[in-house]
């Protein structure tokens, strides 16, 4: 058996710029036969310029490209019914050529398919619906449940109670977390700074989106700073870029606090240099309503750093049920109360996240090669372990 791995293009900002990597690693150590399906880059820029998530044009060209390589690796006889094919994203475009092509091909040339799935419209939250692409985009997703042999992967019980009331119909699996490499993070921050020696910093690492809910951080620093007895704190935005967003009142609202001194933003950070905020940074909060698991937790949490989370959708399952590093949502009272514990002490189950998340890739491969069925969730009983604490 051989998978062949369909990655995703490489932004400076986010976190495919590692993604390959921490797969490949993973794979060498497994012993896994693979093959990197290669695509080219529209630009050498790595930067998101139209769009939020990925780049709209980049995102198209690479996975184009990929899939006329794809094709051709298929129509020389290279992929069989005993490989796999493992999709990073499940939006590829050209991912129609794969049942065009597999309906009328020989039983011996039709491989498994597994496409991981981020969000999209199953997700009321995801950016598709706020620039009204979602009604074509459930049909596509329609569309990829009809592949034969396909597999879909999400990334959290409650991503798949979302697949399962959108009817879809392809064998779901949990993989409880999202692709991360522990030791690949680790090798970039020569020594994680002490806790005590960290400055009183709070850190907001997510998109300034409007489904992040940047007016409840911003809300909250008003609370704070209103307050005498509380501790001076910075407040910060860690960004890979230009400060941006799907709402531009979000970004104006920022750089007026910046210019007041009560919001500090980090904007157009490569990756080391957001590490080494981190790496002296006491808390990193969340309160995204959009949010299946985040890398952000797990780069944190690696980087000996508090995490600060609302008890919403995929994180109890992330946090395994954690209290103390959960809050009420969205209760701005019970966030605070919460982080001004957080900003004293580092939490005892420091490094438990990442943890989890760094065996990610592991419970793919586990799927994929028939040891993981465990985590399959398409039968009556799939809520049974929405509560159970996963490590």
Known sequence: ????YMGLEPYEGRYTLQLQEWTER??????????????TTIDNSKAIVTGQVLDAHGRSYFGMSQMMNLVRMMKNGEIT??????????????????????????????????????????????????????????????????????HILATNEEMVAHM??????????????????????LSRV????????????????????????????????????????????????????????????????????????????????????????LNDTRVLFNCALQDWVSNT????????????????????????NDETRLYVPWSGRDAMNKLKILLTKPSPSIGQISDWTDGTIDRMIDIMTGKGEQWRRDGKHYRTPVSESKY
């Open 26 to 39: 993973v794979y060498k150590k497994r012993g896994v036969d693979y093959v990197v399906v290669p695509g």
């Open 164 to 185: 399962r009331i959108a009817n879809w119909s392809a064998p779901i699996y949990n993989i409880s977390g999202l692709s991360f490499g522990k030791a690949e993070v």
């Open 1 to 4: 058996m051989k998978i062949f």
């Open 81 to 150: 019914s005993e490989d796999a094919i493992f999709f990073e994203d499940m939006f590829q475009p050209g991912i129609e050529s794969l049942p065009y092509i597999i309906q009328q091909s020989p039983e011996q040339y039709r491989p498994r398919i597994y496409l991981r799935c981020l969000a999209q419209s199953i997700d009321p939250d995801d950016f598709v619906h706020v620039w009204g692409m979602s009604k074509w985009m459930s049909l596509y997703e329609q569309m990829c449940n009809e592949i034969p042999n396909v």
């Open 297 to 320: 937790v797990s780069e944190a949490d690696t980087l000996g750093c508090n995490v600060l989370f609302p008890a919403y959708r995929s994180f109890p399952e992330t946090f395994a």
């Open 190 to 277: 020569p020594v994680i700074k002490p806790f005590e020696q960290r400055s009183m910093r709070v850190g907001f690492g997510a998109r300034w989106d409007q489904e992040k809910q940047p007016g409840f951080f911003m809300d909250m620093i008003e609370h704070w700073n209103d307050s005498p007895i509380l501790p001076k704190v910075e407040f910060a935005i860690f960004s890979g870029g230009p400060l941006r967003s799907n709402n531009e009142f979000y970004v104006k609202r920022a750089r007026m606090m910046a210019e007041q001194g009560t919001l500090k933003i980090y904007e157009n950070l490569k990756k080391n240099e957001y590490y080494e905020l």
